[in-house]
């Protein structure tokens, strides 16, 4: 049975794209842009803060996508 971070995860990647490769794609581009930043900024656990950057907005994910406008 799925965890809700499954669940949160799943509507994250749908929100991304209705093709689950395309959103995997997305979601890679996406992580790798957010561990660019991070490190460009001088942060030392870059894939951390990534990690639990993408977890908070999978959490909201269902409340924002209706009203959400752009990429």
Not at 22 to 27: E, S, T
Request: aromatic fraction near 12%; glycine fraction near 4%.
């Amino acid at each position: 049975m799925p965890n809700s971070w499954d669940k949160n995860f799943e509507s994250l990647l749908v929100w991304l794209d209705a093709d689950r490769d395309k959103a995997g794609a997305k979601y890679e581009e996406i992580r790798e842009n957010l561990i660019n930043l991070f490190s460009w900024r001088g942060f030392n656990n870059a894939e951390e803060l990534t990690d639990e950057t993408i977890s908070r907005v999978a959490v909201k994910v269902l409340e924002v996508v209706s009203d959400f406008e752009g990429d």
